[in-house]
């Protein structure tokens, strides 16, 4: 339902002439907001910490592999995958949870594999970009440095088999 609803304003933003970043800001200040609320829960404040984090890291590499300014439709198309890839991943491992335990690592490695395999910068910084995957207790086990766009359609693909 969500990625419904985060499909739709994404949708009426691209209907209507908008700033380059509407969608970046959108997905950064929802996931703000969350990590703000003391009546988040657990599981949303990190999910939405990890997507800030993501997104102020893009958001610096591109200015500094850019300095000239970042294309038109990057960090929103970035932003908007970064949602999708997060909300799909969460999907999976929901219909999964009936299954074998090795059949949901299986799908974990997936979705980790297509976020390594697929960096966005050229980042040798992997203390950084690899936080995330270093920490064994987060519930995103993803890179920073992560295109997200191909790493969606990566996984979709994967899945389709």
Known sequence: MRRYIFLSAFLMFAAIPVKAQDVY??????ATRIVNTPTS??????IAQF???VLVYMRRKAHEEHPDGVTHNFLN??????SEFVTL????LMKDKGRDEEARKKKILLFM?????????EDSDEETTYAYINEPEELTPFSL???WQKAYYAVMSQLKK
């Open 51 to 53: 997507k800030r984090t």
């Open 25 to 30: 800001n959108f997905v950064l200040e929802n």
């Open 89 to 92: 991943f969460f999907d999976e």
């Open 41 to 46: 829960s657990f599981t949303q404040t990190r």
């Open 77 to 82: 198309t970035q932003a908007y995958y970064l």
């Open 145 to 147: 440095n992560t295109d």
């Open 113 to 121: 594999d297509a976020s390594v395999s697929n960096p966005l910068f």
